[in-house]
């Protein structure tokens, strides 16, 4: 018996340290964490909370805090139990496939002209009532555990991409002696690990995990060890709901590309990003940036008592609102493409916005042009073209962009109102009164735990009160913030204050109006306009040609031309051709100049491929013949051939 357990000491010691090495070539900072925890729980200065004891032919942990088991049975068996919980079919998975309500068939988006007839194939060629995939492509385990059941799913499924993410650094630890996390690399497979993080880091691991191969995302299998961590299977959900490939698609990019490419040749100005990070016109200056949430109501009168002592940056959508109380903005933003940020500029007095800037992203629909043309009107770029312009990134929201943009240009100290997550606590609008937008939220909780639903009505901490009531749409918009503000935090110093009542928002301390009127006391009042100081971080593109483009992109339609011709025996001749393909084009858009065209090229492939790769994945009869094959690549080398055009059609 003494010879068996130290034989089982020895496997279980070779184990973590083939653990630790693999950590230590692969992820460096997760190695140092546990080396660090290791050193500290040698040298008595950590309390283990967590230690792993062998009881009655199995390994299980005790909890010190209370002095009960982890699994509270045998850990092998109940390894054995959750494996047979998992299978091949769509069952516990996330299906990014959208479908149309209350009926099996996907549904088709109004951007997607050339996916559009795989969808349709797709629709009358497999039956989408029950699904059962040949491989499964990716997989996420929330919780390890000793890791016994990641190792028994891992053998039946064999997912390529893993995600692992486990919160407690100690647990993790733990099942480095029982678990060989090196099998997850080898050969064309790859893992993720999320470990002790953080919410915003956690949020990267699975961004990370997403985008690699992003073209297998149309099923994400999960698996949760613990009802505890169903927050995390929640963030998870989240993401994918407010970061599906269908909502980036290859065509709004190419919009972008061709008004971005008019506003240069037309001279307008575009604000520089090396001249702004050398001015700096916001460092001594207190920002008040202004949205458009519910909240916004409460604080009119104390903004327009108030608004001489800071430089006042509003989303477009709330200019209309301020006009009425005659609040001038120093700055108004406007990013979304859509025609109707016209109407949110077009005000009642034609010179109430004389004396303001302006901002505007290139990807803005031609109709504000009109509008702001006679403005002190300043661009960026919506997609980075020219190095010469700067590039000030990307955002979902107008909020958060202004927020980016504010520290950029050198704040440090900014003050939000507006900025809520959430809706009217009382009669569920999303926006303030008399601004351009009205949503109207149903306020009422989901009972299903088991179903998720962006419009679902959720309670969460709340920015000026314990909890307030939200939905899962409008937390997208808090993680948007919480993203920005994490990232910019690694390069920038600021304070940022919310002075809205929604949501708590991490990284945004909560002020109430009264510490406001306080600190307001100690401001000066602005002096100069900010017009001036726009004009110094501005300038026009003097270079806009695509001569050697153009050359390489009449080159892959005709290469691409002939390829549609083809003929494939089987799947796999179909999908080794098809890549070849793939990285050929890739090659023809090698330098610095061509890498916006190789992105757009990229995101047709990422969302034609999600569609594709599903279909060659399902296990059907007859489904993947030569002549089904020869019909998806006709479709698919259209595709790539119409946005070629498109794209030479824009830059010409």
């Not at 008040?288 to 949430?293: F, T």
């Not at 009505?457 to 000026?464: D, I, Q, R, S």
């Amino acid at each position: 018996m003494q010879n068996e357990l130290e034989q089982l000491s020895t496997t279980l010691i070779e184990i973590y340290k083939r653990n630790l090495t693999y950590l230590k070539e692969n992820f460096p900072l997760i190695y140092q964490d546990i080396d660090n925890l290791s050193n500290n729980i040698t040298n008595g200065l950590h309390q283990e909370k967590y230690t792993l004891e062998y009881v009655d032919g199995y390994f299980d942990i005790l909890n010190h805090e209370n002095n009960g088991m982890y699994y509270f049975k045998d850990s092998y068996k109940d390894a054995d139990d959750r494996k047979e919980e998992v299978d091949f079919s769509l069952k516990s998975s996330l299906d990014l496939l959208r479908k149309v309500e209350n009926t099996n068939k996907l549904i088709f988006g109004e951007l997607y002209e050339e996916v559009i007839p795989i969808i349709h194939f797709i629709n009358e060629n497999i039956d989408l009532e029950i699904i059962e995939f040949e491989k499964i492509y990716k997989f996420v385990f929330i919780g390890t555990g000793l890791g016994l059941h990641i190792q028994e799913i891992n053998k039946k499924l064999q997912p390529y991409t893993t995600l692992i993410i486990e919160p407690e650094l100690e647990i993790f630890r733990l099942s480095l002696f029982i678990t060989d996390y090196t099998i997850f690399d080898k050969g064309n497979r790859k893992l993720f690990l999320s470990i002790g993080n953080d919410k915003p880091s956690r949020l990267q691991n699975i961004h990370n995990f997403a985008h690699h191969h992003e073209y297998m995302n149309y099923n994400i299998k999960h698996y949760n060890l613990l009802s505890s961590t169903k927050y995390i299977k929640d963030e998870l959900i989240s993401y994918f709901g407010t970061n599906n490939v269908l909502d980036f698609p290859y065509k709004a990019i190419i919009q972008i590309l061709d008004r971005t490419v008019t506003l240069m040749r037309k001279k307008e100005k575009f604000i520089s990003f090396i001249k702004s990070r050398k001015e700096l016109i916001l460092e001594k200056k207190q920002v008040l940036l202004i949205s458009a949430g519910p909240s916004l109501d409460n604080y009119i009168s104390w903004i327009k008592q108030n608004k001489s002592f800071f430089t006042i940056i509003c989303v477009d959508v709330i200019v209309r609102k301020l006009e009425k109380h005659n609040i001038i903005p120093d700055v108004v933003v406007s990013i979304d493409p859509s025609p109707e940020c016209a109407r949110f500029l077009t005000t009642e007095k034609e010179n109430f916005l004389e004396n303001s800037v302006i901002v505007c992203m290139s990807q803005s629909d031609p109709k504000m042009y009109s509008v702001v043309s006679k403005k002190n009107t300043y661009f960026t770029q919506g997609l980075a073209l020219k190095a010469d312009a700067g590039y000030f990134g990307s955002s979902p929201n107008v909020g958060t962009f202004s927020f980016q943009m504010s520290i950029l240009l050198g704040a440090k100290e900014v003050y939000l109102i507006g900025c809520d997550a959430a809706f009217n606590q009382d009669n569920g609008h999303r926006y303030a009164n008399d601004s351009s937008h009205f949503i109207e939220d149903k306020i009422s909780i989901n009972s299903d735990t088991n179903v998720f639903k962006m419009e679902d009505t959720v309670y969460v901490k709340g920015n000026l009160r314990e909890t307030i009531k939200t939905s899962n749409d409008l937390l997208a918009f808090r993680n948007d913030y919480e993203k920005t503000i994490h990232v910019l935090k690694e390069t920038f110093s600021f304070n940022a204050y919310n002075m809205s009542d929604g949501a708590y928002i991490d990284g945004l301390q909560p002020i109430c109006q009264n510490e406001m009127d306080n600190r307001v006391l100690k401001f000066n009042e602005k002096k100069d306009s900010i017009v001036n100081s726009f004009d110094n971080i501005s300038e026009t593109i003097s270079d806009i040609s695509y001569d050697n483009t153009i050359n390489s992109i009449n080159t892959i339609i005709k290469n691409v031309e002939k390829f549609k011709k083809n003929k494939f025996k089987n799947k796999n001749e179909f999908l080794n051709l098809k890549l070849e393909l793939m990285s050929w084009i890739l090659t023809q858009l090698h330098t610095v100049e061509d890498q916006p065209f190789a992105s757009i090229f990229l995101k047709y492939i990422a969302l034609s491929d999600i569609y594709i790769n599903f279909i060659l994945n399902i296990k059907q009869e007859n489904l993947h013949t030569p002549e089904n094959l020869k019909k998806i690549n006709i479709i698919w080398c259209t595709g790539i051939i119409k946005i070629f055009k498109d794209i030479k059609k824009s830059i010409q």
